[in-house]
């Protein structure tokens, strides 16, 4: 078709073609717009190694990049393990997994608890993970959990913690200190990767800011109570500082990995890698715009080209830590790379690789997973003992309830029958 048309144009001009000249004003305009999308689409993975065989563990992997790196995982034949919030009994969750399971054609993905908010749920995960005789295998870990708060007062954790230092950085501490034995433990000819999810405010990192995320300095606004968590003023910069802490960390665990020493005498089979998806229309980041209000979800709709145009969607956000997952010359050699748009890039600041700034860090977050495990379990003891104090109440309530009912049962029975003599 397109032949007689330009044929036409050239025998006898381009008026002669209903609405040519409209089209030729519009095309350049479409033809800038698409340039400009697939420029900020970013790269795409082009590795094309299947996953067969792999044990796969993800944060976050139910919305946003995570679900769609676990997705493709999935379709390429990896055993995937999500690390949800939600129990794997939850309806919602196991439907979710049966559409995963269906679309991939894989059925070797289940889901296990583990709330990124509280360091008890991460232990009890991960210390059941390791007391396995033999080691499980494990080829993988995928860490894209995360949160951004909008602006205005912010929860803290059961364990009173600021909720994006805790997600973003402190969860993934405690899980992989406590995990590192059953990494070091895999045979030395498996490929083995840690994976971060970071973002570019790393740069802006500001460690001076770190006394605003220690426990106990953090001005509440709203106490906690059984049914909504505590609310205290938004420090500002947390996000920026977790995203730099958990860079930093990741090279530190390198450090850490490297240090063990096999019983094989093998060098370690283990590599950390630190990617940067970019700009990502995830839910998260949905949330962040909107400031979690309606009105600023109704801007955000309105404005909806704008984040079109400029910011990938989940899928395209996903291709850096797929390549990282996937690609073959990370199977080897000394690991802490940075992955942005499917390639290794060099770190905007030279902390990240500075020992003392990391052992420093490992150091305070250390004290702060202990010192909030042993209020934690505290208050564990403190609910439990109060639920048992209640329910010894509910029960005396009960066996009173149930005796008065008897005696009253009994009274009117004896009465009957006094009435019945009286009558005789």
């Known amino acids: 078709m397109p032949i007689p048309i330009i044929s036409q144009a050239l025998r006898e001009g381009v008026s002669s073609i209903p609405h040519a000249w409209t089209i030729l004003r519009i095309a350049p305009w479409v033809l800038v717009l698409m340039a400009l999308k697939y420029y900020f689409e970013g790269a ?5 190694r299947m996953m067969r065989s792999k044990v796969v563990m993800v944060t976050g992997g139910t919305s946003g990049i995570g679900a769609e790196v676990a997705r493709e995982l999935a379709t390429r034949g990896a055993q995937v393990i999500l690390l949800t919030r939600q129990p794997p009994s939850d309806i919602f969750l196991s439907e979710y997994i049966e559409d995963l399971r269906t679309s991939t054609k894989n059925n070797l993905i289940h889901a296990e608890q583990v709330d990124l908010s509280s360091l008890h749920s991460i232990r009890t995960f991960a210390t059941k993970w390791i007391d396995n005789l033999p080691p499980r295998r494990l080829d993988c870990i995928i860490l894209a959990g995360g949160t951004a708060e909008p602006s205005g007062p912010r929860p803290l954790t059961v364990e009173g913690i600021d909720i994006e230092w805790q997600t973003n950085y402190l969860s993934n501490f ?59 003023a938004q420090p500002k910069g947390v996000y920026a500082l977790s995203k730099l802490a958990l860079t930093i960390f990741a090279h530190s665990f390198q450090r850490h990995l490297n240090a063990y020493e096999r019983p094989d005498s093998l060098p370690p089979c283990t590599r950390v890698i630190v990617c940067d ?53 990370y199977g080897r050699g000394g690991g802490g790379w940075l992955i942005k748009e499917c390639r290794e890039m060099d770190y905007a600041r030279t902390d990240v690789r500075n020992d003392e700034v990391g052992k420093k860090l490992w150091e305070f977050s250390e004290k702060m997973v202990e010192e909030a495990e042993k209020e934690g379990a505290v208050m564990r003891a403190l609910e439990k003992k109060e639920i048992e104090v209640e329910k010894q109440k509910a029960e005396a309530e009960k066996g009173k309830k149930e005796r008065e009912e008897a005696s009253s049962k009994k009274g009117k029975a004896d009465g009957s029958r006094r009435s019945r003599k009286g009558q005789k």
């Open 277 to 329: 998806p970019g700009l990502t229309r995830t839910p998260g980041m949905r949330r962040w715009l909107t400031g979690g209000s309606l009105w600023g979800l109704a801007v955000y709709l309105i404005t909806w080209p704008i984040w079109w145009l400029f910011f990938k969607s989940p899928v395209q956000g996903a291709q850096s830590i797929l390549y990282a997952a996937m690609e073959q010359q």
């Open 44 to 48: 795409r993975n082009g590795s094309e």
């Open 174 to 232: 405690h899980l992989l200190s406590i995990l590192s034995p059953a990494l070091r433990a895999q045979p030395a000819h498996r490929d083995v990767r840690v994976i971060f999810a970071t973002c570019t405010s790393y740069i802006g990192g500001d460690f001076s800011k770190l006394d605003s995320v220690t426990r106990g300095k953090q001005k509440v606004v709203v106490k906690r109570t059984k049914t909504s968590p505590a609310l205290y």
